[in-house]
């Protein structure tokens, strides 16, 4: 039996939500302009990589509040990454590699710095860019009501 988001909600993983179309543009919009940021010159590959983190975990959150949902504090970052199987029908494969990015961002923003190689931080940054364009063409066929265009 394959578990649903009715089932996180059930274990207190996530909470209802009503969404609005404003909220998904400016979640769509922080994505945007961290997809922008992360390539400014002179960041250290680090924040490359976490800025680029963060646009991905904002599309991923505009998906899961446009099901009607929002996670609970509790593993906020894993369960939003985790929730693209259920929103966007997204692949193990997918999910592994936000989820390694994941917990590469929390070593490189927490314990140690200079961990994140240049070519970590591209491979963030496609996969963001990625996830934005899937995202919004999942939102155009499957809520269009929430898109303000």
Avoid at 24 to 42: F, K, M, P, S, Y
């Amino acid at each position: 039996m394959k578990i649903s988001l009715h089932d996180w909600l059930e274990k207190g993983w996530l909470t209802e939500h009503q969404t609005s179309p404003q909220e998904i543009t400016e979640l769509l919009n922080v994505a945007v302009r961290d997809l922008h940021d992360c390539q400014t010159a002179g960041l250290s590959t680090d924040w490359k990589l976490n800025i680029a983190y963060n646009a991905a975990l904002q599309v991923a959150t505009a998906a899961l509040a446009a099901t009607g949902y929002r996670t609970a504090r509790s593993a906020h970052h894993y369960r939003v990454i985790q929730s693209l199987t259920h929103t966007i029908d997204a692949d193990a494969k997918l999910i592994a590699q936000l989820d390694a990015f994941r917990k590469k961002r929390n070593i490189s923003g927490y314990e140690r710095s200079g961990m994140v190689s240049e070519q970590e931080a591209r491979e963030m940054l496609t996969l963001a860019e990625h996830l934005h364009n899937r995202v919004r063409g999942w939102l155009h066929s499957n809520h269009p009501e929430l898109l303000q265009d």
